[in-house]
């Protein structure tokens, strides 16, 4: 008599666990981006995020002898075994089995309970440790879980013919909605892959992996208000290969793709940390120089002038040759007054033009530039 109300009551649990499913892929979307891995802060909030599911979980268990509720708890300690790591699945089994106690009364069976729990987290955490994809891992989780289970049921109703009442239709519920979970997880979890591919393809260069022109002219913007905001300068280096189309012709576009790689690695090497570097497109670049004067960004130039003449280039074939960039800096008041992204830009590039009239390999400054005319 009690199968009916049991699985209706299992059924509930499922279709909660799927929002819950949906929820966490919604925050791991936001705040934890696919492919990377979760930080601390991050390993403790989805450990307690998870906990809080698994407790609203344990709000609508069926009862199915004293002290004793079926549910589907278990499953968030696997789900974040699995999805998050060792570390949310300890602290989420660890808030089941200290919820356990604390809102079912201090008993023989919410012990047994709360034992069980953590022998889940324990067991789910040592497995999310070992190099098996996720279905492996969530297999072997639930199927561990639903030993831990029948262990629970035979101990707390007293013998293995009043569990087998029960476990049977458990064992069906568990099976199934760790099936369905797992595959609804995969489906958020390649939906929020796709979705960061796409954030990155849209801010960032496909071959150099710097950030593109409409990302450097976002950040342009953005600078320039806080420069303006907090009475500091900025600064912009705008840069080219020199002759880069006959390094294309004479080696081919295999070569002329690694000097853009390379460059592009040369340039975050010699740039600060806080400073954006992108490729504007084809062989020219710029450097974004936050909290900056245009004295400042004529050495930094320089500095990257120098790295970039004094060490080759290494081509495909394994060949060796010399590149070396013409750079035009301008800055924010200094040089340009307005706070005006394309002002400064068109300074920049002036002074990028007069390097390269003047002789190539070389940092001019739009100020002096300015001042030759």
Not at 52 to 73: D, E, K, Q, W
Not at 158 to 167: L, R
Not at 301 to 315: K, N, P, Q
């Given at each position: 008599?009690?199968?009916?109300?049991?699985?209706?009551?299992?059924?509930?649990?499922?279709?909660?666990?799927?929002?819950?499913?949906?929820?966490?892929?919604?925050?791991?979307?936001?705040?934890?981006?696919?492919?990377?891995?979760?930080?601390?802060?991050?390993?403790?909030?989805?450990?307690?995020?998870?906990?809080?599911?698994?407790?609203?979980?344990?709000?609508?268990?069926?009862?199915?002898?004293?002290?004793?509720?079926?549910?589907?708890?278990?499953?968030?300690?696997?789900?974040?075994?699995?999805?998050?790591?060792?570390?949310?699945?300890?602290?989420?089994?660890?808030?089941?089995?200290?919820?356990?106690?604390?809102?079912?009364?201090l008993?023989?069976?919410?012990?047994?309970?709360?034992?069980?729990?953590?022998?889940?987290?324990?067991?789910?955490?040592?497995?999310?440790?070992?190099?098996w994809?996720?279905?492996?891992?969530?297999?072997?989780?639930?199927?561990?879980?639903?030993?831990?289970?029948?262990?629970?049921?035979?101990?707390?109703?007293?013998?293995?013919?009043?569990?087998?009442?029960?476990?049977?239709?458990?064992?069906?519920?568990?099976?199934?909605?760790?099936?369905?979970?797992?595959y609804?997880?995969?489906?958020?979890?390649?939906?929020?892959?796709?979705?960061?591919?796409?954030?990155?393809?849209?801010?960032?260069?496909?071959?150099?992996?710097?950030?593109n022109?409409?990302?450097?002219?976002?950040?342009?913007?953005?600078?320039?208000?806080?420069?303006?905001?907090?009475?500091?300068?900025?600064?912009?280096l705008?840069?080219?290969?020199?002759?880069?189309?006959?390094?294309?012709?004479?080696?081919?576009?295999?070569?002329?793709?690694?000097?853009?790689?390379?460059?592009?690695?040369?340039?975050?090497?010699?740039?600060?940390?806080?400073?954006?570097v992108?490729?504007?497109?084809?062989?020219?670049?710029?450097?974004?120089?936050?909290?900056?004067?245009?004295?400042?960004?004529?050495?930094?130039?320089?500095?990257?002038?120098?790295?970039?003449?004094?060490?080759?280039?290494?081509?495909?074939?394994?060949?060796?040759?010399?590149?070396?960039?013409?750079?035009?800096?301008?800055?924010?008041?200094?040089v340009?007054?307005?706070?005006?992204?394309?002002?400064?830009?068109?300074?920049?590039?002036?002074?990028?033009?007069?390097?390269?009239?003047?002789?190539?390999?070389?940092?001019?400054?739009?100020?002096?530039?300015?001042?030759?005319?």
């Amino acid at each position: 008599m009690l199968i009916t109300p049991l699985a209706s009551s299992l059924f509930a649990n499922f279709c909660i666990l799927a929002t819950f499913v949906f929820i966490a892929g919604m925050l791991s979307k936001r705040y934890v981006p696919a492919g990377h891995a979760f930080s601390l802060l991050g390993s403790v909030n989805a450990g307690l995020l998870f906990g809080i599911f698994g407790i609203v979980l344990m709000s609508y268990s069926f009862p199915v002898g004293h002290h004793t509720y079926a549910n589907l708890r278990h499953l968030t300690i696997v789900l974040a075994a699995t999805y998050a790591g060792w570390l949310p699945s300890l602290i989420c089994s660890v808030l089941l089995a200290v919820s356990r106690v604390l809102f079912y009364q201090l008993n023989y069976e919410s012990v047994s309970a709360a034992v069980s729990l953590l022998v889940s987290g324990l067991g789910c955490c040592l497995i999310s440790r070992l190099p098996w994809d996720r279905l492996r891992k969530m297999t072997v989780s639930n199927l561990l879980n639903l030993i831990i289970i029948l262990a629970t049921l035979v101990n707390n109703l007293g013998g293995w013919n009043a569990a087998m009442t029960i476990y049977p239709v458990q064992l069906i519920a568990v099976l199934g909605a760790g099936l369905v979970i797992y595959y609804i997880a995969e489906y958020i979890q390649r939906s929020n892959e796709l979705y960061s591919q796409l954030q990155i393809s849209a801010t960032t260069d496909y071959l150099t992996g710097l950030h593109n022109l409409q990302q450097f002219h976002r950040y342009l913007d953005l600078e320039l208000d806080r420069s303006e905001r907090r009475s500091e300068p900025l600064s912009l280096l705008v840069l080219d290969i020199d002759h880069f189309k006959a390094i294309n012709d004479t080696y081919g576009h295999p070569a002329g793709d690694a000097v853009l790689k390379q460059l592009a690695h040369r340039l975050r090497s010699h740039s600060r940390s806080y400073d954006y570097v992108s490729r504007n497109g084809g062989e020219e670049f710029a450097v974004l120089l936050p909290d900056c004067s245009l004295a400042m960004a004529r050495r930094a130039g320089e500095r990257i002038r120098s790295a970039v003449a004094d060490e080759r280039f290494t081509l495909p074939s394994g060949q060796k040759i010399p590149v070396t960039i013409s750079i035009g800096a301008a800055s924010y008041p200094q040089v340009v007054e307005e706070a005006s992204g394309e002002l400064l830009f068109q300074y920049a590039d002036q002074a990028l033009y007069e390097a390269k009239n003047s002789g190539r390999n070389r940092v001019v400054a739009a100020q002096a530039a300015h001042m030759e005319r």
